[in-house]
């Protein structure tokens, strides 16, 4: 039986990753790293990377490979032995590419890959009814004004449009969806084909029997 340590999530933009990515790190006991939010952590902290990364993100660019690979290869040398799972890196193959080889160096690799293939017309439903807590962060499918969590107000996300969200998913088949081509050429991808609405807890289900069958 394979042992599960080393995770990787893709998917389109509203695939469901990050409700998938708690569940697995929960179910796995995950370090979980958001390249989004190790972005932030190194600007805030102004750091070499941080101040580099900050000029491109002032120009909303892309922040180039070599510096996200230096963060990220930064964060998982302070893991150790522990388990971990990256969410939203390798965004392009080069990335990927590049981060194999820092593992291999390390004398260990990817273990699976989990890719999110959620239907286009899904996803569009998603957004146009999607809604977030300004408080707290949590979201929710309906119009509800207030949080059933802390009671704060119940937003739309400023990316929520099908402008912003058509210019992101193009950037997902030109740049994402060939990386989990090419994980899934080597035999690493559990894919999650979802083409109607279901509860998350059902697909987290579906989800950890596919990894179990993965596994064996």
């Given at each position: 039986?394979?042992?599960?340590?080393?995770?990787?999530?893709?998917?389109?933009?509203?695939?469901?990753?990050?409700?998938?990515?708690?569940?697995?790190?929960?179910?796995?006991?995950?370090?979980?790293?958001?390249?989004?939010?190790?972005?932030?952590?190194?600007?805030?902290?102004?750091?070499?990377?941080?101040?580099?990364?900050?000029?491109?993100?002032?120009?909303?660019?892309?922040?180039?490979?070599?510096?996200?690979?230096?963060?990220?290869?930064?964060?998982?040398?302070?893991?150790?032995n522990d388990?971990?799972?990256?969410?939203?890196?390798?965004?392009?193959?080069?990335?990927?590419?590049?981060?194999?080889?820092?593992?291999?160096?390390?004398?260990?690799?990817?273990?699976?890959?989990?890719?999110?293939?959620?239907?286009?017309?899904?996803?569009?439903?998603?957004?146009?009814?999607?809604?977030?807590?300004?408080?707290?962060?949590?979201?929710?499918?309906?119009?509800?004004?207030?949080?059933?969590?802390?009671?704060?107000?119940?937003?739309?996300?400023?990316d929520?449009?099908?402008?912003?969200?058509?210019?992101?998913?193009?950037?997902?088949?030109?740049?994402?969806?060939?990386?989990?081509?090419?994980?899934?050429?080597?035999?690493?991808?559990?894919?999650?084909?979802?083409?109607?609405?279901?509860?998350?807890?059902?697909?987290?289900?579906?989800?950890?029997?596919?990894?179990?069958e993965?596994?064996?």
């Amino acid at each position: 039986m394979k042992d599960l340590k080393h995770f990787i999530l893709v998917g389109p933009p509203a695939s469901g990753k990050g409700t998938q990515g708690r569940f697995l790190a929960d179910t796995f006991n995950l370090n979980s790293l958001s390249t989004g939010s190790l972005l932030r952590r190194e600007v805030e902290s102004c750091t070499e990377l941080g101040r580099k990364a900050l000029g491109y993100m002032d120009k909303a660019m892309l922040v180039p490979d070599e510096i996200v690979n230096d963060m990220v290869r930064g964060w998982l040398s302070e893991m150790d032995n522990d388990a971990w799972l990256l969410d939203g890196y390798p965004r392009t193959v080069a990335q990927a590419e590049a981060l194999d080889h820092f593992l291999t160096q390390r004398g260990t690799s990817v273990d699976v890959v989990v890719w999110m293939d959620v239907a286009r017309e899904l996803i569009e439903q998603r957004i146009m009814h999607r809604r977030e807590c300004s408080t707290c962060g949590h979201v929710v499918q309906t119009s509800e004004e207030e949080c059933s969590k802390c009671g704060g107000k119940m937003v739309s996300r400023k990316d929520d449009n099908m402008e912003a969200f058509a210019r992101r998913w193009k950037d997902f088949e030109a740049m994402t969806l060939p990386v989990a081509r090419y994980y899934e050429a080597r035999g690493l991808v559990v894919k999650m084909t979802v083409t109607e609405e279901r509860e998350p807890a059902e697909v987290s289900r579906d989800l950890a029997r596919k990894l179990e069958e993965y596994r064996q």
